[in-house]
């Protein structure tokens, strides 16, 4: 079975900090993703990578970087938080194409105070 | 741009058959995913369409018209655990960026 780990479950910080979300997939999958979750608004892309050291923006990827230095690992960077950055963050990966189904990770639940 | 449409909450009785719909317009199409996301947990994969028809699995089946930019989730002999939300996934013309709709909450009563 696929597994797709995030470094926390739930993630609270402050206005202005550096954060960093870890994601790891053992599949040796070629794409990762970085997703937001909100109410209302559903999965939204943040970035992609499809492989190492390449990475692509998704639908929002202001006030968000990524770092990709491993296959295995997909990093999302917050590099000063903020309060609209509250938000359950998804990490999925996938085999080469889009046609393959994407594997999620459990979730990070960040809250920015 | 991409536009997926589904309902947002449904409500159903256990042992029923329920029907989640979703429409979408997309700039290019090369299949679509239905999910299951039980709250609090990350979606986890149902179904994938691209051939028109209908594909059943077991008490899930999932239909797919591409000329009408439509497809529908089947769920039979609805169960308490069946309470999720129902997230509609479409893969546009470039393959990594599958766009997902809002989901669909639907709540299982006895």
């Known amino acids: 079975d696929v597994k797709v780990t995030q470094s926390s479950r739930y993630l609270v910080k402050r206005t202005g900090e550096k954060v960093f979300l870890e994601c790891v997939q053992d599949m040796d999958h070629e794409n990762m993703f970085w997703y937001r979750q909100d109410p209302g608004l559903g999965l939204r892309l943040i970035y992609f990578?499809?492989?190492?050291?390449?990475?692509e923006k998704g639908d929002i990827p202001e006030g968000y970087s990524v770092s990709r230095e491993k296959k295995e690992r997909f990093s999302l960077i917050l590099e000063s938080a903020s309060t609209n950055q509250t938000s359950m963050y998804l990490c999925?990966?996938?085999?080469?194409?889009?046609?393959?189904?994407?594997?999620f990770g459990p979730g990070t639940r960040l809250t920015v105070l | 741009g991409q536009n997926i449409d589904q309902p947002t909450e449904m409500t159903a009785t256990e042992g029923a058959i329920v029907q989640i719909n979703c429409t979408y317009q997309?700039?290019?199409?090369?299949?679509l995913f239905w999910y299951q996301q039980h709250a609090g947990e990350a979606p986890t994969f149902l179904s994938y369409?691209?051939?028109?028809g209908l594909e059943e699995k077991g008490r899930f089946s999932s239909f797919l018209s591409r000329s009408k930019g439509y497809s529908y989730l089947l769920l039979k002999e609805l169960q308490m655990k069946d309470s999720a939300s129902y997230l509609c996934?479409?893969?546009?013309?470039?393959?990594?960026?599958?766009?997902f709709g809002t989901g669909t909450k639907l709540q299982v009563i006895p």
């Open positions: 999925a990966s996938m085999e080469a194409t889009g046609t393959d189904t994407q594997y």
């Open positions: 369409n691209v051939l028109d």
């Open positions: 997309t700039s290019g199409f090369n299949g």
């Open positions: 990578s499809y492989d190492v050291k390449m990475k």
């Open positions: 996934a479409v893969v546009p013309g470039g393959y990594q960026k599958v766009t």
